[in-house]
């Protein structure tokens, strides 16, 4: 092999070197766009303001006092006769289905209310 020969092969060779590097800065900088794009989606989230729960005793709270309604007279309309008589029997804890709702007591206290066949 003549040197022509030898420093065209290694021309080729370090030709060949280079289109692989770029395939991979390619492949490379579609990954970085890739992850630029998914980074500023959760940074747009994160500016979003997190949304206020509200809790079951906040709510009862506003419909007591905020909408005036009269939570005693509800809680009177909840328990039917026919329960208190069935919890007083079980000891004050117990499920107990009455005309299609289902009731859960623990320790004399409702503690679920639904309609039976949820």
């Known amino acids: ?26 492949t490379a900088r579609r990954l970085v766009e890739k992850n630029e794009t998914k980074l500023k989606e959760i940074l ?25 309604i009269d939570l005693d007279t509800i809680r009177q309309q909840i328990v039917p006769q026919l329960l208190t008589q069935l919890v007083h029997q079980a000891g004050g804890n117990g499920e107990f289905t009455i005309e299609g709702v289902k009731y859960v007591v623990r320790n004399y206290c409702l503690v679920t209310y639904m309609i039976a066949n949820e």
Not at 3 to 25: D, F
Not at 44 to 68: C, F
């Open 1 to 26: 092999m003549t040197k022509q020969q030898a420093l065209e092969e290694r021309a080729k060779s370090y030709q060949r070197k280079i289109n692989v590097a770029n395939g991979r800065i390619k």
């Open 44 to 68: 747009a989230e994160l500016d979003q303001p997190q949304p206020i729960k509200v809790s079951d005793h906040a709510l009862v709270r506003y419909m007591e006092r905020g909408l005036e």
